[in-house]
């Protein structure tokens, strides 16, 4: 199963909005609910930002949203904050039990 | 709250076995599947599998069969990653994480474990 495939890098200035993709095939995201979001900061692990495409658990601020077209999901961070800055990765369920994560977006803030 | 804590580091030689250990509290060990995530030095995250904490049944990604072992003991709410035949691609730092709706909502620390001669 190879890896969904996430831009290397996204960036933008504090207060802005960035769109980081996900895509995939019609047997993975195009396919099912199960898709999530992750940030994870140099040294830590990861942390859960948006689950079920959409939803976000309690305590993550919405400025993050997720969305998915056809077999895109697309993970968006309004408001841009020097805290923002880390690496981002989706993950989709792809049948039979199986999931796989993105390639990850490095997201900087200018 | 929910906590996951996992064991220290490792350094261990080429053909070696390393037992990562994972340690639940906080919630009932046996309400949710547990995952297990690769992450190489540098790299991206790989999902390696999970184990159903009720059945003990593992299931493996494609490229974590054969010398990747999910384990667990209930007694002390505890799951196990076991790899055999250690080589120098599998240093990495690997968590667990706990699955609820198809995501993984609480994550243990990371332990790294080192593959040199």
């Known amino acids: 199963q190879s890896a969904l495939t996430q831009p290397p890098s996204a960036s933008g200035f504090p207060g802005q909005s960035v769109t980081i993709s996900c895509i995939g095939t019609s047997s993975d995201v195009g396919a099912y609910k199960y898709v999530s979001w992750y940030q994870q900061h140099p040294g830590k692990a990861p942390k859960l930002l948006i689950y079920e495409v959409t939803k976000r658990p309690s305590g993550v601020p919405d400025r993050f949203s997720g969305s998915k077209s056809g077999n895109t999901a697309s993970l968006t961070v309004s408001g841009l904050q020097a805290e923002d800055e880390a690496d981002y990765y989706c993950n989709s369920y792809v049948g039979s039990y199986i999931y796989v994560f993105g390639s990850g977006t490095k997201v900087t803030v200018l | 709250q929910v906590q996951l804590v996992q064991s220290a580091s490792e350094l261990k030689k080429p053909g070696a076995s390393v037992k990562v250990s994972c340690e639940a509290s906080g919630y009932s060990f046996t309400g949710f599947a547990m995952n297990w995530v690769r992450q190489a030095p540098g790299q991206g995250l790989e999902w390696m599998g999970f184990?159903?904490?009720?059945?003990?049944?593992?299931t493996y990604a494609p490229g974590f069969t054969g010398r990747f072992v999910f384990s667990l003991d209930t007694s002390v709410s505890t799951a196990y990653l076991q790899i055999n035949s250690l080589k120098d691609e599998d240093t990495a730092v690997y968590y667990c994480a706990t699955h609820r709706s198809g995501s993984y909502d609480n994550w243990g620390q990371g332990t790294l474990v080192t593959v040199s001669s």
């Open positions: 184990i159903n904490t009720n059945t003990g049944n593992p």
